[in-house]
Structures are given as structure tokens and as C-alpha cells.
T-cell receptor
Framework: NAGVTQTPKFRVLKTGQSMTLLCAQD?????MYWYRQDPGMGLRLIHY???????AKGEVPDGYNVSRLKKQNFLLGLESAAPSQTSVYFC?????????????FGQGTRLTVV | GDSVTQMEGPVTLSEEAFLTINCTYT??????LFWYVQYPGEGLQLLLK?????DKGSNKGFEATYRKETTSFHLEKGSVQVSDSAVYFC????????????FGTGTQLKVEL
């Protein structure tokens, strides 16, 4: 039972470097999400996707880009990392967009930008 | 906009003590309400949910009742265990929101012997 898998689990970047976080789900879910978790702020939505080939902005999208070329994968890109992007990033997926639907989360990626 | 407010932690309890974690929300319409739990080093997982007023969600001895009149969804457990030590997040999802979750800041619970 893989569920939602995030790669990598840890990463340290220098300011200005770029990287891509990969999220893969094996539950055939339509909806996928990227959140960031910061101390004292809970989780905040960065971007989300309602199906293959679609993306939309969430609450804090600046400095990030996403792509959903395949239904099972949702990529989060940082083109030019900044210290303010130091955070724990969580990917999630759900089978549909209904309010009653449970979201399944990955184990997180801890990113430090120095 | 939507928001969720939950009590700040950390909360430290002795094993078998009673637990309450307060959660209130602001949202238009009729949101669904959730409690997610995050064990150390892991992602979030759904603990319980309620989708309409007066619904009670329950799981693993935890309970929460959707109170529309007080816009609250407080989490309770009658007797906590050391294994309940985790961070608990209250969240809401609103109709038309694509199941986007709005989270509270999280409450860390530590249960000691």
C-alpha cells in the first residue's frame, strides 16, 4: 500500500538554486494538492490539480510552479529558491472534489534553503 | 475568507487523562469539518470527520460534534494513551472549493506515563 509517495524526503538548497519535488499516488485519484507546513501556521495550500493536465493556484502560489502531465504524478517546482521557502512540503490526493472526501497525505519533504 | 482557529499547544497530559482540543471555524455555507492527526515523522492522516450540523465523528476513542450554532468542532477523548502523542489539526472543506482544506495551526499533544 504505497498511497502517496513524495521524493525526496530531505533537501538542502542554496539560495537561487532550483529543484523539483515529485508526488506520486497509486490510488487513481483525480485531485492532487501541494501544501506547505510552517510553525504556528498550520498547512497552507500552494497549488492544486483537479485532473490530468490541469493546475490551479492556492493560497500561497508565488515562487512555485506545478505540472500534472500524468494523472498519478504532481510536480512542484522552485525555480529560484529563497530562504522564505524553507518549510515542510506535503502532497495530498483525493478521489473527488466533494467536501466529504478524505484527503490522503504523503510523508512530507523537509526543504531547507540557506 | 474561511478560517480555522484551534487552541495553542503544546498540551501535556498524564496517561488516562481527559482530552479536549478546542476548534472553531469561520466559513460561508455548510462546510465539512475534519480532524487530522500527524504522528512524529509522518504525514497527516484523517482521524474523524462530520459533514453536517449535529453530526458526531468518532474514531479510536476520539469524538467531535459539529456545532453550527457555536461554529465549533472540539476534539475529545475520555482517556488518552502515550500512543496518542501527536499533532492534531482541525480543518474544513467548503462546497465548491474543490475539496481544498483550510487548516488550523495544529495542537501538539504529549501524553506522559
Amino acid at each position: 500500500n504505497a498511497g502517496v509517495t513524495q521524493t525526496p524526503k530531505f533537501r538542502v538548497l542554496k539560495t537561487g538554486q532550483s529543484m523539483t519535488l515529485l508526488c506520486a499516488q497509486d490510488m487513481n485519484h483525480e485531485y492532487m494538492y501541494w501544501y506547505r507546513q510552517d510553525p504556528g501556521m498550520g498547512l497552507r495550500l500552494i497549488h492544486y490539480s483537479v485532473g490530468e493536465g490541469t493546475t490551479a493556484k492556492g493560497e500561497v502560489p508565488d515562487g512555485y510552479n506545478v505540472s500534472r502531465l500524468k494523472k498519478q504524478n504532481f510536480l512542484l517546482g522552485l525555480e529560484s529558491a529563497a530562504p522564505s521557502q524553507t518549510s515542510v512540503y506535503f502532497c495530498a490526493s483525493s478521489s473527488e472534489g466533494g467536501v466529504r472526501t478524505e484527503a490522503f497525505f504523503g510523508q512530507g519533504t523537509r526543504l531547507t534553503v540557506v | 475568507g474561511d478560517s480555522v482557529t484551534q487552541m495553542e499547544g503544546p498540551v501535556t497530559l498524564s496517561e488516562e487523562a481527559f482530552l479536549t482540543i478546542n476548534c472553531t471555524y469561520t466559513a460561508t455555507g455548510y462546510p465539512s469539518l475534519f480532524w487530522y492527526v500527524q504522528y512524529p515523522g509522518e504525514g497527516l492522516q484523517l482521524l474523524l470527520k462530520a459533514t453536517k450540523a449535529d453530526d458526531k465523528g468518532s474514531n479510536k476513542g476520539f469524538e467531535a460534534t459539529y456545532r453550527k450554532e457555536t461554529t465549533s468542532f472540539h476534539l475529545e477523548k475520555g482517556s488518552v494513551q502515550v500512543s496518542d502523542s501527536a499533532v492534531y489539526f482541525c480543518a474544513l472543506s467548503r462546497t465548491g472549493g474543490g475539496n481544498k482544506l483550510t487548516f488550523g495551526t495544529g495542537t501538539q499533544l504529549k501524553v506522559e506515563l
